[in-house]
């Protein structure tokens, strides 16, 4: 039987290890795109071009390509990201804009056109927004606007002509808050039961490639927690 293989772009964030982590202890092949190696991963790309976007590209593209050498990929997960804030009148607010897209939007536009040549027909391309980009973002500008462009990215990967293979899912995950070390230290006295936990995103994605209850096609699905329990549901509305 043909092994499974998964690249997960981000993979030594808090989200990505876990997802490694969970895909590898499936027996799955797990390959790992950040700036630091992750040593669970059977397979790494490490990015050190981080100031231009086509200076990125083209490193991570021919060494996705002799990574898999000549391999398909079942599912791709992107999940790199990260958070920052400001305002208008925030000095940082056009830095802080930089960062996000680069982490947010050079990360997903990659990872898809690494899927137009690598994912399997049928396969999974999962990309991470973020569900108060669904409305507006007065107090952290360039992270709404990034993850915005995430989710109008999905809508038209989704489309026939988007150019991925063959039946292939396209989906985001929008978070509210997730549970990582990160988020913990930086608001220490929130509800961590509000939280998402990070095992649960794993499992959900893990079950997605499996083809069970795969939402739609183009499917924006908001990550909801309430007092320990979490759930998903597909954002039904307009884009902004």
Known sequence: MAVARVLVYGGKGALGATCVSYFKSKDWWVASVDLF??????????????????????????????????NKLDAIICVAGGWAGGSAKSKAVVKNADLMFKQSVWTSLISASIASKHLKENGLLTLTGAQPSLGATPGMLGYGMAKAAVHQLVKGLADEKGGLPTNASVLAILPMTLDTPGNRKGMPNADFNQWTPLEYVANLLFEWTQGSDVPPRGSLVKLNTQDGLSSYEIHTGELL
Do not use: R
């Open 37 to 70: 190696p992750n040593e669970e991963a059977h397979a790494n790309v490490v990015v050190s071009k981080t100031d231009s976007w086509t200076e990125q590209n083209e490193e991570i593209q021919p060494k996705v390509e002799e990574i898999l050498d000549g």
